[in-house]
C-alpha cells in the first residue's frame, strides 16, 4: 500500500507563496498520476490540479496561474507551489496516486474517486 505524506503547510500571509511537498513513505510515484485537493471546513473537497507520470499537467480554473505542479522523480516527491495565496485557499491540502490519465483539458481535476491511494493533509492558512 502506497503511503504518501504530505508537508510544506503553514501560515502566510495574503499576497505570499508556499510550496507544498508529497512523497511516499512506502513506494515510488514516478509511474503514478499525482493528483492534489483541499478541503476546507465546512465545504466538500476541491480538485486543485494533477500531473501524469509523463510530466503533463491540468489545473482547477481556481488556482490556474497561481498554483504550479511538478515533480522530481529522483526524489520521489511532487511539489505544488502556490503563489498570490488568499484567505480563502486556507484549508488542508492533500495528495493523491493512483493511474490515471491528466493532460490539459481532460475533465479529471476533480475527480478524487478516481484515487486509491491518499496522504493525511497539510494545513495552509492565508491570514494576516
Known amino acids: 500500500q502506497l503511503q504518501l505524506v504530505e508537508s510544506g503547510g503553514g501560515l502566510v500571509q495574503p499576497g505570499g507563496s508556499l510550496r507544498l511537498s508529497c512523497t511516499a513513505s512506502?513506494?515510488?510515484?514516478?509511474?503514478?498520476?499525482i493528483g492534489w485537493f483541499r478541503q476546507a471546513p465546512g465545504k466538500e473537497r476541491e480538485g486543485l490540479s494533477c500531473?501524469?507520470?509523463?510530466?503533463?499537467?491540468n489545473y482547477a480554473d481556481s488556482v490556474k496561474g497561481r498554483f504550479t505542479v511538478s515533480r522530481d522523480n529522483a526524489k520521489n516527491t511532487v511539489y505544488l507551489q502556490m503563489d498570490n495565496l488568499n484567505p480563502e485557499d486556507t484549508a488542508v491540502y492533500s495528495c493523491?496516486?493512483?493511474?490515471?490519465?491528466?493532460?490539459?483539458?481532460?475533465?479529471?481535476?476533480?475527480?478524487?474517486?478516481?484515487?486509491?491511494?491518499w496522504g493525511q493533509g497539510t494545513q495552509v492558512t492565508v491570514s494576516s
Open positions: 512506502e513506494g515510488t510515484l514516478d509511474s503514478l498520476t
Open positions: 500531473i501524469h507520470s509523463g510530466g503533463s499537467s
Open positions: 493523491a496516486a493512483d493511474r490515471l490519465t491528466c493532460f490539459p483539458g481532460l475533465a479529471i481535476v476533480d475527480r478524487d474517486y478516481l484515487y486509491d491511494s
